[in-house]
């Protein structure tokens, strides 16, 4: 069992940074690959990028692949999505997920956090 819950969203300017973070409970978090996900009203949830349960390279999407980095840190059990030169279309809900492989489809992971709003403002 994991328990995810995200923080460091907010309002932004376009063109601004936030960091979020996924703080995971549970002793077998290292075994688990992470992914990022949003979702803006009226859309549906949209894959952002994963990231293996060793660290290794991140996979993003194509639309914040250069301006987003996906990082863990297996130690503190935290996993971080660095997200740069935001726009006013990265407004969403964003929400880490927990499962067993590197995939795309958010039916494929197994834990989900709450989820924490981002807003970027034109």
């Known amino acids: 069992q994991v328990q995810l819950v995200e923080s460091g969203g907010g309002l932004v300017q376009a063109g601004g940074s936030l960091r979020l973070s996924c703080a995971a409970s549970?002793?077998?978090?290292?075994?688990?690959?992470m992914g990022w996900f949003r979702q803006a009203p009226g859309k549906e949830r949209e894959f952002v990028g994963c990231?293996?349960?060793?660290?290794?390279?991140?996979y993003y999407a194509d639309s914040v692949k250069g301006r987003f980095t996906i990082s863990r840190d297996n130690a503190k059990n935290m996993v971080y999505l660095q997200m740069n030169s935001l726009k006013p279309e990265d407004t969403a809900v964003y929400s880490c997920?927990?499962?067993?492989?590197?995939?795309?489809?958010?039916?494929?992971?197994?834990?989900w956090g709450q989820g924490t709003q981002v807003t970027v403002s034109s």
């Open positions: 997920a927990a499962g067993r492989f590197i995939v795309v489809a958010p039916s494929l992971y197994d834990y």
């Open positions: 549970g002793r077998t978090f290292s075994s688990y690959a």
């Open positions: 990231i293996s349960s060793s660290g290794g390279t991140p």
